[in-house]
């Protein structure tokens, strides 16, 4: 059905709510009743903070440590300007703000957030990983005979990783900086893995985001490890990558099984 | 055991399901009568998410609350939703679903936010057989809420109440009323929340809202932040006055508070309910 008029005065709506004010309201406005207590002009300011509220609040939720390290004066601030220059937003909103990392990003490169958080885009990027993970699907149990099967055959074994496995590597001592802002991780597995100091590391670190079961965790790994699984992840296939890792595939491999970051056989490579 | 009826009991006060409170939930299982899932949050297949709907599903009836059917859009329904909506009515069977009178997205944004359109013919033709396909798809009734609003349209052609009777006639949906909603309208807008409790086919009310708005000085916003007002349990009483008996909610959205509170609000709402059961006996 093609509804006309309707979709005249959505679309006038929506261009109020997503442009500068003065551009926006200017063809909506007229459309509109006066009211006593609320003009047009603040009906549509009511509605944006509504949206750009919401929007913030799902930021606080994913991005914790981000927004403990600024502060929530800053944080706010921050967010607020990703929700504005992304008018768009997205239709479940525990899958927005996937993007603040690189709006971080650009606030660094741009001087408008401090060097002293040159760190930051990796660390959203860690907390949105992290909160993808608890909202991922659940995995299926790895299927050993066809595995077996494939190898057998001499066919390319293509592995397929869990939902919720996410990686990152940072030049910055991330783990250590997560560890130490993420709420609640007292109670949580992760603390027992703080094994490193904000001081101690030099090179790049490694880490694992990953669900088992129900509560993500974070996970430092090796440089090895890491290599293995973003090749299986680029759609590399084991008998490609068995040619230049330079691990023990036996050892490393049903480690990767066991710990369910490898959940099943693709088969349709 | 699973506990899924076919409808809710009369005058029964449910209480919104928040992920704050599952834990205590399960414990404790508080004498709550049914529990309202706010669908959008609990979307997740894997995880926590599914296994604690699960588990409350075993002890306590479901109603599934939507926010992203967009019925009033003129975007193409949205399948994927729908879809997800499906999926949750064969992994939960909860004994209502409903969604609200208004559009969530238009072209490629979302606004996460309910947005109020005019109350035109053409509107209403439009959104009745929006309705008619996501009943159609789902296999089942839904219900429709008033939303609260900050603008009115001039090229609205009747009022809400009117429109929410001809949704009704038109495609058998039945109405979620807010009455919380219908006084922050009566405050911003100045029209009688009574009178439009009197205008709305009120036998096809299969569930009742309540909740809390932000006082900003001046105009009222639905934030769903705070304890239920006077003025909202004395509309509620009103509602009741006939005997109208359709179940009732707690919905607190935001800036949510222990569970005792939920508990001491639904406490009220049954001594409202008990204070008019006299009436209600006499005209049911």
Not at chain 1, 7 to 26: I, K, M, V, Y
């Amino acid at each position: 059905m093609m509804s006309t008029v309707l979709a005249q005065h959505l679309s006038e709506f929506t261009r109020a709510l997503t442009t500068n004010p003065r551009d926006g309201d200017c063809e909506f406005v007229p459309r509109l009743k006066n009211s006593s207590r609320i003009s047009p002009q603040l009906a549509l300011e009511i509605y944006r903070n509504n949206t750009r509220g919401t929007r913030i609040k799902a930021l606080e939720m994913i991005y914790p440590a981000c927004k403990r390290i600024l502060g929530n004066d800053i944080f706010q601030a921050v967010a607020r300007g990703y929700v504005i220059e992304d008018s768009v937003g997205a239709a479940d909103l525990n899958h927005y703000g996937e993007t603040f990392s690189q709006y971080l990003g650009d606030l660094l490169d741009t001087g408008r957030l401090a060097d002293d958080y040159a760190y930051f885009q990796d660390l959203a990027s860690l907390e949105f990983k992290f909160h993808a993970a608890y909202y991922a699907d659940s995995d299926p149990v790895f299927d050993f005979e066809c595995f077996e099967q494939k190898v057998k055959n001499g066919e390319p074994v293509y592995f397929q990783l869990s939902a919720s496995l996410g990686m990152l590597a940072s030049r910055y001592p991330l783990y250590h900086i997560w560890l130490h802002n993420h709420p609640g991780l007292e109670t949580a597995k992760n603390k027992n893995n703080s094994k490193h100091d904000v001081q101690a590391i030099t090179a790049t670190q490694y880490l694992l985001i990953h669900r088992e079961e129900y509560i993500p965790v974070v996970l430092p790994v090796s440089n090895h490890v890491y290599r293995l699984l973003e090749a299986f992840d680029n759609n590399q296939s084991l008998q490609a990558v068995l040619d230049r890792v330079d691990c023990d595939i036996d050892v490393v491999l049903p480690g990767l099984i066991a710990n369910k970051y490898i959940i099943g056989i693709r088969h349709n490579e | 055991m699973n506990k899924q009826p076919s409808r809710l009991p009369g005058n029964s006060v449910g209480i919104g399901l928040r992920s704050v409170h599952i834990e205590r939930i399960l414990k404790q299982q508080p004498e709550v009568p049914w529990f309202e899932v706010l669908m959008d949050n609990h979307t997740a297949q894997g995880g926590l998410i599914p296994r604690q709907l699960e588990a409350v599903r075993e002890h306590y009836p479901l109603n599934l609350h939507c926010v992203g059917m967009s019925l009033g859009g003129v975007n193409p329904l949205d399948m994927r939703y729908l879809e997800t909506v499906k999926r949750m009515i064969h992994d939960y069977s909860p004994v209502q679903i409903s969604d609200h009178l208004c559009f969530t997205h238009h072209g490629s944004h979302h606004f996460n936010d309910l947005l109020p359109f005019p109350f035109t013919s053409e509107s209403l033709n439009h959104v009745s057989g929006r309705i008619d396909k996501v009943q159609d798809y789902l296999g089942r009734r839904i219900l429709v809420e008033n939303v609260s609003t900050y603008l009115q349209f001039q090229s609205s052609e009747m009022n809400e109440a009117e429109f929410m009777k001809a949704l009704v006639d038109r495609t058998g949906c039945g109405i979620l009323l807010d009455i919380n909603n219908a006084y922050v309208n009566q405050f911003n807008h100045g029209y009688s929340a009574k009178a439009f409790i009197d205008a709305i086919p009120i036998d096809h009310v299969g569930e009742v809202h309540l909740a809390g708005f932000e006082d900003k000085t001046g105009y009222l916003i639905d934030a769903h932040n705070n304890r239920v007002s006077d003025a909202v349990w004395e509309l509620y009483e009103y509602y009741l006055r006939f005997g109208h008996n359709a179940p009732v909610l707690i919905e607190w959205d935001s800036d949510i508070p222990g569970l005792d509170i939920l508990l001491d609000e639904a406490a009220r709402a049954q001594q409202i309910i008990l204070r008019n059961s006299e009436s209600m006996t006499r005209y049911a």
